[in-house]
């Protein structure tokens, strides 16, 4: 990558996360409902085009990127990879599709805290979560088959969730630790809690 292009992505990067912060404080200060796109614009100091080149809709913003994973990948996991273990895979993929996106634990935090004030919020990312899910089953189901069944299937991306939840609550006490550390750890003691 060039100089150029490096500026041009960290500049993007900044923009994008500037975008996001402002979205979700005009959220926490007003409600989803309580402010427009206009606004945002105005509280980020950017040109309304300027969002929409970022973001389709409010919802987008707030509730933050969808984190994509490489066909390259479903298909390693869908055919028993990386480690050849169910839960280790499903780990191992979702931890990679955060790093991809650089996860940014601040933003994370904010929007946890204000999802837990506005219950419209709360509906709108339930939706996108059920299509995450449906769509995380489906792989599951590929690679296990369909004996594996779809409940089983659910309930693994469920512990998934609470891993990562918990992950981003250990961040707090110890902000020194790569998140990839802490999804470790919580791991571990899912492990423990499951084991006793």
Known sequence: ?????????????????????CALELTRDRGFDGWTMDDL??????SR?????YFDAKADVVLGPV??????RIAEFVAGGPTGHLFEDLVAVAAEALAEKSTDIDLVQLR????RGD????????DRFESVVQEAVAFILQREGADYGEQ????????LMVIFESAVERVEPDQSRPFAALINDAVADARVVLQS
């Not at 085009?49 to 080149?53: A, S």
């Open 41 to 46: 614009a105005e509280a980020a100091e950017v």
């Open 152 to 159: 089983r299937a659910r309930l693994l991306v469920g512990l």
């Open 67 to 72: 984190h994509d994973i490489s066909e390259e």
């Open 49 to 53: 085009r300027t969002v929409f080149n």
């Open 112 to 115: 946890r805290d204000v999802f």
């Open 119 to 126: 219950r419209r919020l709360v509906a709108i990312a339930h």
């Open 1 to 21: 990558m060039t100089e150029t292009a490096s500026k041009w992505e960290t500049r993007r990067a900044e923009t994008a996360r500037r975008l996001q912060w």
